[in-house]
């Protein structure tokens, strides 16, 4: 019922109001938790990674490979 108060032109103001601030907040809200997952699942990624099979980790086996030569 509130809208039918506003005149036309009013509602036409809020209306490109909200679409100027509401979707440039929802994308940059779908970016951020978009990027979050991106980050946790890379570092959970890269942590089963250094564990390896053996549990030794790449900086010790690349530096135990580079004492080899």
């Known amino acids: 019922m509130a809208l039918a108060v506003l005149s036309s032109e009013a509602l036409s103001l809020v209306s490109m109001l909200v679409l100027l601030v509401g979707v440039p907040l929802f994308v940059?809200?779908?970016?951020?938790?978009?990027?979050g997952y991106i980050r946790f699942d890379a570092e959970r990624h890269l942590e089963e990674l250094e564990e390896g099979e053996g549990g030794e980790s790449f900086e010790t086996a690349d530096a135990e490979r580079d004492d080899n030569f």
Not at 28 to 34: G, K, L, Y
């Open 28 to 35: 940059v809200a779908v970016i951020a938790v978009a990027s």
